[in-house]
């Protein structure tokens, strides 16, 4: 187990937990909108599925632990290495290059992304900043969220900079695994693109949707 932590304690060892963790919450940051994109089959077909979900509490909180470990050990990783970074050059560049403005939009797009989670969670697990959260009938909260404008529009605007922060931490991802060799980098760079574009699509077009009136209320 020694070697192990001084691995993690490496920066080596911190970008590969970084690019782990990322992929783990990747991958559940795609089935989350699959499963919520089930509103456009209608209220029974997503309630079912949400009760499906609560039905298996030991899964459900098996799950829950594994995400949150996921993303206490991304942010520790992620801090840890900004730290390291900042002690190492602590005057700064005068003049960013593009890995830097690139490096400083990461920083600020996960600071925005972890207010949007832990909003989204309020908003639609608990219900603490719902207006007309109602328990068990995920349907209509998410019908009832979206014909406001303001909540609509803000989460478009947060999906998309969820979408920036996936494509640079995928392409990084790439590189840090070793994955974007020069014969593999074009395949890497359009799976990171694509797969962001994915996700921000299909998590735009569910506010979208709500906002215009094409999901039918409850």
Known sequence: MTWLLRFYQSNIGLKVVMA????????????????????????????EYAAFLHDHPTVLWLARGGLL??????????FTLTNRSRLARPKG???????????????????????????????????TFHHDYTHGEV??????????APIAIFYMLANALLGLHL??????????????TPRYDGL?????RVSALTIVAGNVLMPLAGLIGLLPAA
């Not at 990322?22 to 989350?32: Q, S, Y």
């Not at 470990?69 to 992620?78: E, N, Q, S």
């Not at 494509?167 to 590189?175: A, D, N």
């Not at 890497?188 to 990171?192: E, G, I, M, S, T």
């Open 20 to 47: 782990l963790t990322g992929a783990g919450l990747f991958g559940f940051v795609f089935f989350h909108m699959l499963g919520n994109l089930q509103v456009f089959w209608g209220e029974r077909i997503l309630d």
């Open 139 to 148: 349907y209509h909260n998410v019908v009832s969220a979206f014909k406001l």
């Open 69 to 78: 470990t996921m993303v206490l050990a991304h942010i520790h990783a992620a």
């Open 93 to 127: 560049y005068k003049n960013f290059q593009r890995s830097n403005r690139a490096e400083l939009g990461m920083r600020l797009s996960s600071i925005i992304v972890l207010g949007f989670i832990i909003f989204h969670l309020l908003h639609f697990t608990t219900g």
């Open 188 to 192: 890497a760079r359009n799976f990171a």
């Open 167 to 180: 494509y640079h931490g995928l392409w990084s991802m790439f590189r840090t695994l070793g994955v974007s």
